[in-house]
């Protein structure tokens, strides 16, 4: 089910009742409402599971008749918002400008009293602290959330986090400006952003979240700075405009269903740092006809490149082939794909799990990406004494550890090897990055309750 269209103003009491939407995939269906009651059903038990609510488009709520528009700015205080405005100007605001400081407060505010707003400018704002919450410098959860007339928003200049939900389902959202300190993308943050033709990060972002931008099916082109450490689960899943894509080189994998379903993707460069690819990471990515996999990849998980089915030649310059997942790593691809490998790597590669299915293997002379290689940097985490490990550091290295706001929880300097207590940090995930005078490594970790 993909719609699921409800006439009743005031929601159904949903209380007392079970299973009702059990298998609905409430990701994906929209569920539409009457106008005026997208604030009660976003709040209602049993229709607040869906993600995507949205008042339906030939409600008045988008049809008034009423020509009448306003372009406004503004100078308030954190919370300062709705008093400043006149009721005829919440109302009919279509442009917006604010500086100042604000909060939680002025968002619901943006959200629920200005049903004509389109564009909006808070590059002049910083976003303050709110009832422990809502934290400085991030846009607050379900901010913009199926708010579809919103065409362009220029972000706070210091902003440094978009939590989850916060411009999901803002169908009609083309452009988005980030601010150069952005470091964090929550998960579903730009979700069904369906008109968003194109994204520009700046250098300092480091965390894309789990599908923050699934089914943007207009993306076309992104911009990933090599700053970029992690991007989650399905990211980027149904982008069926995307076309060419840079694996920035502080990745160490890819997660996971991130471009699945990216037909138009045609073009794709790795970082010769890239470790592992996840499974179904480019399944269905019909583009693609050639790819060339980095000698510093130890894993393809299974499923990776699962029905592309326009794959003419794979290039593997690494004598010794990456561990696959399963036999299905290239199931489905062009059944005339040529294999380019090493000289005399051709019988390791036909007889190694997920190679294998590739019949038409050619040996060629390639160029080795590789220099001598280093002992690999060891980190771990020791659940039960809640102590995070490292080995192998070399000289002279900063250790910080840092939690999905970005903010640094742990840091220390070392060499050699290291041990940080984990104790009295909250259970979840966590970033663990190592920095020299030559080079930085980030790995993620996962705290967990023993």
């Not at 049809?63 to 954190?78: F, H, L, P, W, Y």
């Not at 405005?85 to 442009?95: F, Y």
């Not at 992104?222 to 899943?237: E, Q, R, V």
């Not at 790593?329 to 051709?346: A, H, R, T, W």
């Amino acid at each position: 089910m993909t719609s699921f269209h409800v006439d009743a103003t005031t929601p159904t009491d949903l209380t007392d009742s079970y299973h009702v939407f059990d298998f609905i995939d409430k990701r994906i269906c929209t569920l539409y409402v009457p106008a005026g009651s997208l604030h009660a059903y976003e709040s209602a038990d049993g229709w607040n599971d869906f993600v995507r609510i949205s008042e339906s488009k030939d409600s008045l709520t988008h049809e008034t008749g009423d020509t009448t528009s306003i372009i406004k700015s503004v100078s308030i205080s954190a919370g300062g918002l709705h008093a400043a405005l006149t009721d005829n100007e919440l109302n009919n605001i279509t442009e917006l400008t604010v500086t100042g400081d604000i909060d939680y407060r002025d968002f619901v505010t943006m959200r629920y009293w200005m049903p004509k707003l389109r564009v909006l400018d808070l590059k002049g704002t910083t976003v303050k602290e709110y009832n422990s919450k809502y934290q400085n410098n991030e846009i607050p959860y379900d901010a913009f959330r199926n708010c579809s007339l919103l065409t362009k928003v220029v972000l706070p200049s210091k902003l440094l986090s978009i939590d989850e939900y916060v411009f999901c389902n803002c169908t009609s959202l083309k452009e988005i400006e980030f601010s150069d300190t952005l470091f964090n993308i929550s998960n579903y943050a730009f979700m069904g952003c369906t008109s968003l033709a194109s994204v520009d990060f700046r250098s300092d972002m480091g965390i894309i979240g789990d599908y923050a931008f699934y089914d943007c099916t207009s993306l076309a082109r992104i911009t990933l700075p090599n700053s970029i450490f992690y991007i989650g689960s399905w990211a980027f899943s149904g982008c069926k405009s995307l076309e060419a894509v840079s694996i920035p080189s502080n990745m160490y994998s890819i997660s996971a269903w991130t471009f699945y379903g990216c037909t138009k993707l045609s073009k794709v460069n790795f970082s010769d740092k890239l470790e592992a690819i996840g499974y179904c990471a480019f399944t269905s990515c019909f583009g693609l006809t050639s790819i060339t996999i980095p000698e510093s990849v130890n894993l393809i998980e299974d499923n990776a490149f699962n029905a592309c089915i326009n794959m003419c030649a794979i290039y593997s310059p690494s004598e010794w082939p990456s561990d696959c997942g399963g036999n299905n790593v290239f199931y489905g691809v062009n059944s005339s794909c040529k294999l380019y490998v090493p000289i005399d790597s051709k019988i390791i590669y036909q007889y190694s799990l997920g190679w294998s299915l590739l019949k038409d293997i050619t040996e060629t002379k390639m160029v080795s990406q590789q220099s001598e290689k280093e002992s690999r940097l060891r980190i771990w985490l020791d659940q039960s004494a809640e102590m995070l490990n490292l080995d192998n550091l070399g000289d002279a290295v900063r250790v910080d550890l840092i939690d999905l706001n970005g903010s640094i929880r742990r840091s220390m300097s070392a060499s050699t090897s290291l041990s940080i207590s984990m104790e009295g940090l909250a259970d979840g995930l966590y970033f663990v990055q190592v920095t020299s005078a030559k080079k930085r490594f980030v790995q993620k970790i996962v705290k967990r309750a023993n």
